[in-house]
Each structure stands twice: as C-alpha cells, then as structure tokens.
C-alpha cells in the first residue's frame, strides 16, 4: 500500500514553520509498513490544491491531506478534496455541536465562520477534534482513500493516533510491531557501534537507533502477522541488546525519563522535592507533567537569587562565599535543604551556568552541579553541557532524572 | 520569478528527520520575494526524483534541490540534475583539493568514494562548501535555474547565505519585508473577521493570521525595492491594525509573550515572584528561559500540596476548607503570600485543575484561577481552558503573562 502526504498551508511555503505534522506522518505510516514515496507542500490556493491533489491520487492509494480546515476562506482543503472525490458538504449536526461546545468551554462567543468547519462530506467517515474546532475525516471512493487532517499538531497526532491508525491497522491486514528502548548516557553512534551487527543485519526484526535531544532512541521493528508473532521475533533480539547496553536503558516502553521516574516514584511511594536555580522549575515542571504525581510531589522552590538559597535551604552564606553559588558544595546543601524542608526521601539541587553570559574560564557556560541526596547520602553530578541556554538546563535536568533512576533501581 | 524546493532523502519520507532545509530555505526564498509554490519530498530513487525534478522544472523557474550529493552509490541528485540538464560530470579539481584538504584537517583517510563529489556539471557554477564534502553547485539553461545543495543544515545554510542568496539578489532585485505581530486574548477566526477588509484586500502590504498555541501571529509583508520602501508600506497599514485590535497586541517584534514580559520586568526595574500549584514551576521556567532575569527574579514556590501552601505562602487553612485549593479565594492567598515572602512588586499565584482526572461537575478540569498581586490589588483571572494536561497549563501561565503584561502597560 503506498501512501503520499500532502501539507496544505502558506505558512509552510513562507517558511514559517516546520513542517512537524510531514515528519510524524511519515514516521507513522513507514511503523504501519505503509510506504511514502512522495511529500508535497502546497499553499492555500485552489488550482495548486487541485493538481497536487490529483497527481498524489494518480501516484498513491492513500493520500493524508493535512492542513487548511480552519474557518477562514483562505482554508480550502476540505472543499477541494470534496470537489476532486465528487462529494458534497453536508451540514454534520455532531460536529456543529462539538464546536458549539468547545466555545463554551472556552468561554467565548462562536465567530460565524465556524460553522464552515462542520460542514462535511456527505459519505466521509468523520473523525472528532477533541483538541480544536475542525473535525477531520477520511473519504474511500473508487480504490482510492483521501484522509483529510487539521494542522495544528496538538490537533492532528492525537487525532491520528486514536482514529486514522486503527483505520489503517486494519486497511492493511499486516502488522508492524515496534518496540521503542530509551536510553540515556551514552550517544547515538557509540550506541551504533556496540549493536553494529544487529543493526547492519537488518533481517526481521530490525534495530535502529534514533538521536533524542538528550538521550538515544532505539527502536525495534518486526514485520508480522499479529502482536504474539511480533512480541515472539523481538524478544530474543531485545534479550540480546539488553546483554550489550542494558546500563543505559531506562525504559523499554518508551517513556519519557521524567515519566519513568515519575512512575517509579508512585510506585514506591518515595516522594521527591526539588530546589532548582538555574533550571529555574523546570524539574519540578517536568515532574508534574505526569497526572497524580501529588502522591509523592509536595513541593519545590526556586532559588534564582543567593539570598533565595540561604531563606528557603539554609545555605551557609560561608558555602556561598567560598565556593560559589554554581559548585559542588551548594549542589549538596541545596539538596539537603530542600530535602529536610519538604520532609521527602528524595531532595534534588540544580545550579549551574546556563548561559549565554555568566561564564568565567574557571567555571564555564555549561558546568552545571545536580546534587541529590537519598536519605543519609547526597551524590553530586558534575556536568560539562553543551547547546545553548535551554539545551543546557533540559540536559541538566535529564541527568538528575537518570541518576535517580538508577537509584530506584537499586532499591 | 517562481522557485520551488526538492528535498531528496529517503530519512525524510520515512520520518526519521525533520524537513528544516526546506523551512530554513522558504524563509530565505520569501524574503527575498521569490515565490514558492510547492516543496516536494522524494527518496533516493532515480526514477521518481527524475519525475519529480521535471515536474518542478515544468512549474517553476528555480528549482533548489538539497540532499542526495554525498558519496554513496544511493546520493543520485547531481546525476539526475545532469542528466536531465543535459550536463555531463567532469572532475572539478579545485574541489577535488578540498575535499582532500578537508580530510587532512579531520585527521582522517579520504575514502575513495569521495571522489565522486568532486565530479561536476561542465558548465555549472561550482559552490565551495568549507563545512562539508559535498560542494553545491548552480545549473543554468534554457531558462530554467537548477540549485544543488548539500543535505546537512550546517553545510546548507552558510552555502545559501553566502553563495546562492547574493546570486538569488542579483537576479530578482526585489525584496520582501515582513513584520510579525502577536496577540493574545483574540481568537484567530474572531481576527480575521475584524481585520476581514485588509485580509481580503490582498494588497501590497498583505495581512494573514496564523494561529498559535495560546494566541495569534499577524503578519504584515511588502513587496518592496529596499527595506525603507518596505517600512513606508507597512507603517499605515499597522496603524490601522493598532486602531482596531491594538488592545490584543502585545509584541510588534514577534517576540513570545513571556519574553516580552521579562524584558520589560527588567526594563521597569519590576521584581516578580510565583506560587504555582497545576502549572508545577512552568510560569517560573518561563521567566528563567531568557537570560539577565536575575535582576527581576530571585525566588518562586511550587505549592502542589494544601501544606506547602500552607507553609510557604501562609494560605488560610479556613479557606483551603471553605473554598477548596482551587478557588478564587486561595489563588489570591496565594499571590499575596508569594509577594510576602518573596518581598517582590509582583505575586502571581496559579491554582487549578489541568486534568486528566481529578475534575468535578462543579470544578472541572480546564477550570484554573491565577492571582497577580500588584501591591495592594489583587487581580484574580477565572479561567476555563480546554485541551490536555499540557494545554491547560500553558494557557494558564500565558493567561497570567498577559494580565501583567497589561498592567505593565499602565505603569
């Protein structure tokens, strides 16, 4: 089954943004077997619209439009695709009430041009929005399959994931089994070069590994004809790279580091507070992402200022004067600080130089201390990070989520 | 003069990387007044990147292709390029020198197969890459310009910039002019149908909204002879825009709301401090992502627990009983115990119910209070927000941005 992508948009054509929903997609389709041989980005134009449309049908079986089902007149995906499969647009009285009710919610009055985006083919299979306003759907005419999604990312994936790839799944018939390790200590190539001949192999399953912004993905892939076949042919491959770089994996379900730990920590009802300076909350951010962490989350300060870190962790003004905010000893009694005043088991510190300005020779942009102190022991990290101000505080923080992790592990 | 743009690599269609050549090339195209009409994604297969090269020829009059130059058997750009061109590859010795310099200086062996990319079209106009192997090179005939440029961004972008921009200004002599506004608080359709006669129009200057997360972007652009011609369009146009909808702008630099909030904290001189409860440390990771806000912001709490707000901030455990944690009345405790102890100009307190769980028909998820205490007043915002646990908790702080971005306004 081949499949073509189409990303209807000016903005993408100005270079606006980046073409996120292309890359999703295809990664999609390439795990469902589906192959893409072309992407085309095309703007709101109706004759352009027509002629990509008509030549991604003549090329493929499926084409997944993405983009320009908002409200305004300028959006004339849905009414193209409509035209070329000779559908009309009916009136979708469910969706009209989903966008009805997504007003309320947001507490605003529905601009009349809204109505245009419950307006739908008459034989389309319609697919909810609980993420926005613009329902997507899929239209089968003629051994052809238009599938027609909205833009904005937050909107499309979900939407892809709960109703196009079940859709797909069993369009298909075959399956693509993936297994998904994270791993986190060790780079991409090295990685490359420790499972060299499983991955050079490429029989059923393959591996391949993935470079993450912190971290290294990598994914397991069996052709197959149900989950127990797939689950059979992974296994020994997935025993086998377990027995080469296990260390570094810290989930094999593809989960977030942060999420990883978030659910260790629930599940061991260790509970964890964080004093962050350079992160400034990040951590602690990132620790409630993850629904029902207030079992083990309390609380968190943020000590940007030295006087905030002597108030809130009683650091010594003496520690402080020695040896710096961003050193090894503030990292400890940072830790220990916010640790002895939330009353957790885990207490996190996080201080560093987080750049761009700041650096000194002797302690450079990059050098960033996590202390974390379990009970009785405080480790320190000390970190040389590389990228710029954001890359260095995400990094910082992934690094204190691994070094507990693996203090989890041991417990 | 049309271009269009031709990314060749078979890890774009299987989704393993983002398309950022095309964006960072579009950006470049559009502001140099060159339209783009369509991009196209292809593998690295002879058959369907002669299809696709033929194609863009037929449509456009530019056509810049990236990717596909390296010395592999799979990289066929240059090739087809040739081939359909009528080109044939010679040995370019210059090229062929640095790519043998390059290795010399990265301290390795030059592979064989390297020589292949200093084989070059005849006629064409060679590209000097000095971050890479792969030169680019332009194609001139009949009419119709082909451009080749290495895949890696880091190679890409100095060769566009420093060769084939000045060739691409000589050639047009036009330029595009852009100014990007944001706004918040006013949805994308809601603007469009206020601004609906300057969208319509379609003129020199143009207008077009672009939906954002938690707000709009609105872009201005001229077709211009130089960048003061371009600013005499745009200035009455903006004016105009100011006149109707001035009240929702907050950036005329396209610059996030956060960071306009910051910037202009520190200009003022206006100390800031934060209690968060759902948001976790989000608004204050916010403040700390721009540099220089040390000046601004010394401390913030995370309060997740009725006893962290109880501690840090001094909320009133009769109005945790009587109001619940997520009511107007402890979202203002909150903000006023934050300025307390953090002794700022500012409190912001956030309380609310970001979901999945955990909502009520009376509270339900989406509902957040965000208090800002500006000495003696207390402003408290009922928000209803939609969308994911993520969403909702970045609307929050956005939300919050806003308010004291407005009040900043005032003082």
């Given at each position: 089954m081949k499949a073509e992508l189409l990303s209807v948009g000016t903005e993408l054509l100005l270079g606006e943004i980046l073409n996120t929903d292309a890359k999703f997609l295809a990664e999609e389709l390439s795990m469902l077997g589906i192959s893409v041989y072309y992407q085309t980005v095309v703007g709101d134009n109706k004759k352009r619209l027509t002629d990509a449309l008509e030549l991604a049908l003549s090329r493929a079986d499926i084409v997944i439009a993405s983009g320009g089902?908002?409200?305004?007149?300028?959006?004339?995906?849905?009414?193209?695709?409509?035209?070329?499969?000779?559908?009309?647009?009916?009136?979708?009285?469910?969706?009209?009430?989903?966008?009805?009710?997504?007003y309320q919610r947001v507490n605003r009055e529905m601009p009349e041009s809204n109505k245009k985006q419950a307006m739908l083919p008459e034989h389309g299979i319609v697919l909810a929005n609980p993420n926005g306003t613009a329902p997507g759907c899929i239209i089968e005419k003629n051994g052809k399959t238009v599938i027609m999604l909205p833009g904005p990312p937050r909107e499309l994936e979900p939407m892809f994931i709960d109703s196009v790839r079940p859709y797909l799944l069993?369009?298909?018939?075959?399956?693509?089994?993936?297994?998904?390790?994270?791993?986190?200590?060790i780079g991409e190539s090295k990685l490359a070069e420790m499972l060299q001949d499983l991955i050079a192999k490429n029989e059923n399953p393959t591996v391949a590994p993935y470079a993450e912004t912190a971290g290294v993905r990598l994914r397991i892939t069996a052709s197959c004809r149900d989950a127990s076949e797939g689950e059979e042919l992974i296994r020994p491959v997935l025993e086998h790279i377990k027995s080469l770089v296990g260390a570094y994996i810290y989930s094999e379900e593809d989960k977030p580091l942060s999420q990883t730990v978030a659910e260790c920590l629930i599940a061991k009802n260790i509970t964890i507070a964080a004093a962050e300076s350079c992160t400034g909350g990040m951590f602690s951010k990132m620790i409630v992402d993850y629904p029902g962490t207030s079992a083990?989350?309390?609380?968190?300060?943020?000590?940007?200022?030295?006087?905030?870190?002597q108030k809130y962790l009683g650091v010594r003004e003496?520690?402080?004067?020695?040896?710096?905010?961003?050193?090894?000893?503030?990292?400890?009694?940072?830790?220990?600080?916010?640790?002895?005043?939330?009353?957790?088991?885990?207490?996190?510190?996080?201080?560093?130089?987080?750049?761009?300005?700041?650096?000194?020779?002797?302690?450079?942009v990059g050098l960033v201390y996590v202390g974390?102190?379990?009970?009785?022991?405080?480790?320190?990290?000390?970190?040389?990070?590389?990228?710029?101000?954001?890359?260095?505080?995400?990094?910082?923080?992934?690094?204190?989520?691994?070094?507990?992790?693996?203090?989890?592990?041991?417990?």
């Open positions: 089902l908002g409200p305004t007149p300028d959006d004339l995906t849905k009414e193209v695709i409509a035209e070329a499969m000779g559908e009309t647009l009916v009136l979708h009285e469910e969706s009209m009430r989903a966008i009805e009710a997504y069993q369009k298909s018939g075959k399956l693509l089994l993936s297994k998904n390790l994270r791993l986190f200590g083990i989350f309390s609380e968190s300060v943020v000590t940007y200022s030295n006087e905030a870190k003496e520690t402080l004067a020695r040896f710096g905010a961003v050193s090894r000893e503030t990292a400890t009694e940072m830790a220990q600080g916010i640790r002895r005043a939330a009353g957790s088991d885990i207490g996190v510190g996080i201080t560093g130089i987080a750049g761009p300005d700041g650096g000194t020779a002797e302690k450079p974390i102190c379990f009970g009785e022991k405080t480790d320190v990290l000390e970190l040389h990070l590389t990228g710029n101000r954001e890359k260095v505080r995400y990094t910082a923080c992934q690094n204190a989520f691994f070094r507990i992790y693996q203090h989890l592990c041991d417990c």
